[in-house]
């Protein structure tokens, strides 16, 4: 497992979840997030304040790190551009990095009609920019859409690949945190793939809780 991890996005909900888990691990974890507060960082983690798009900042932080957990929301393809430039400037390959479904219209319908009207064009058009940069980069990525996302306790997922068609409808937010932690621990697996997350047996027109 890697020693250094870089927890980007570090207060969100699935990143609570994944830093939770590492903690019973032995990585030095630093964790970057706009609002230190809202972190309870493990005995140890280094935490940093700011902006992804804060450059120097971020490259400070990616410095001497063996790999990053991207989570993070807003001005998503911008903050892809950051986070490669940063690494490779860094020479700091592997890199796990969660964007959104729908990017590639890669849905069954009519899910994937449903969920563009929720998320938007414009949203997933974002996303897609951001899978897009990551993917030109020569960085060892790994990319995850999850599904819709609920806060069930859970541990139940099953992945797609890029060019297949996406399976369920949602997926606890704890399960994309076990997939993140999992390649984490192994770093040689899922390098430069592209992989879609959903809990089995969930397909259909829309998640089950709308």
């Known amino acids: 497992m890697p020693r250094n991890i870089l927890v980007?996005?570090?207060s969100g909900q699935i990143a609570r979840h994944a830093i939770e888990m590492l903690a019973t691990t032995d990585a030095h974890l630093t964790l970057f997030a706009r609002n230190a507060d809202r972190i309870a960082p493990p005995s140890?983690?280094?935490?940093?304040?700011?902006d992804v798009l804060d450059t120097a900042l971020l490259a400070?932080?990616?410095?001497?790190q063996d790999v990053v957990y991207a989570n993070l929301a807003g001005q998503i393809a911008d903050q892809a551009a950051a986070i490669v430039h940063a690494m490779t400037t860094a020479g700091v390959q592997r890199l796990v990095f969660i964007v959104a479904l729908g990017i590639y219209e890669e849905l069954p319908q009519p899910f994937e009609r449903w969920n563009e009207?929720?998320?938007?064009?414009?949203?997933?058009?974002?996303?897609?920019?951001?899978?897009?940069i990551v993917?030109?980069?020569?960085?060892?990525?790994?990319?995850?859409r999850p599904?819709?996302?609920?806060?069930t306790h859970e541990v139940d997922y099953e992945t797609t690949q890029r060019n297949e068609q996406f399976?369920?409808?949602?997926?606890?937010?704890?399960?994309?945190?076990?997939?993140v932690v999992d390649i984490l621990n192994h770093p040689e697996a899922h390098v430069r793939e592209n992989l879609g997350i959903d809990?089995?047996?969930?397909?259909?027109?829309?998640?089950?809780f709308y």
């Open 8 to 10: 980007l996005g570090a």
């Open 44 to 50: 140890g983690a280094r935490v940093v304040e700011g």
């Open 60 to 64: 400070d932080a990616v410095r001497g």
């Open 117 to 132: 009207q929720m998320i938007g064009r414009d949203t997933l058009s974002e996303y897609g920019r951001a899978a897009d």
């Open 135 to 144: 993917e030109a980069s020569s960085l060892d990525y790994t990319l995850i």
């Open 147 to 151: 599904a819709w996302l609920t806060d």
């Open 167 to 179: 399976k369920g409808t949602e997926v606890s937010r704890k399960s994309v945190a076990a997939l």
């Open 199 to 208: 809990k089995p047996g969930t397909d259909g027109p829309k998640p089950s």
